[in-house]
Nanobody
Framework: QVQLVESGGGLVQPGGSLRLSCAAS????????MTWVRQAPGKGPEWVSA????????RYADSVKDRFTISRDNAKNTLYLQMNSLKPEDTALYYC?????????????WGQGTQVTVSS
């Protein structure tokens, strides 16, 4: 069974940092591109970042570029999102998802999400 379990979210002040993790199981993690998406209250899902199979290529939405860093540890079957200089507009439920095609919108499995709230 494919499982993706996000963790690391929480309440943080503007300018703070969080590191999200996504533990993957039930498939060959190293064979898949992975992505992070988020959804804020009252808004549709927003693509955040994507990473290729070996971590050598990454992509970011303009809204998070230079602040967020996506990475993966294939030996641990884990995807990460380091978030720095957080802003209130980053508040959202963050999901990791599997990309069978490598196209960042075409994910086929995703986790339950972890809540990130940026507020003073």
């Amino acid at each position: 069974q494919v499982q993706l379990v996000e963790s690391g979210g929480g309440l943080v002040q503007p300018g703070g940092s969080l590191r999200l993790s996504c533990a993957a199981s039930g498939f060959t993690f190293s064979s898949y591109y992975m992505t992070w998406v988020r959804q804020a209250p009252g808004k549709g899902p927003e693509w955040v970042s994507a990473i290729n199979t070996n971590g050598g290529s990454t992509r970011y939405a303009d809204s998070v570029k230079d602040r967020f860093t996506i990475s993966r540890d294939n030996a641990k079957n884990t995807l990460y999102l380091q978030m720095n200089s957080l802003k209130p507009e980053d508040t959202a439920l963050y999901y990791c998802a599997r990309l069978p095609s490598g196209y960042y919108s075409d994910y086929d499995y995703w986790g339950q999400g972890t809540q990130v709230t940026v507020s003073s």
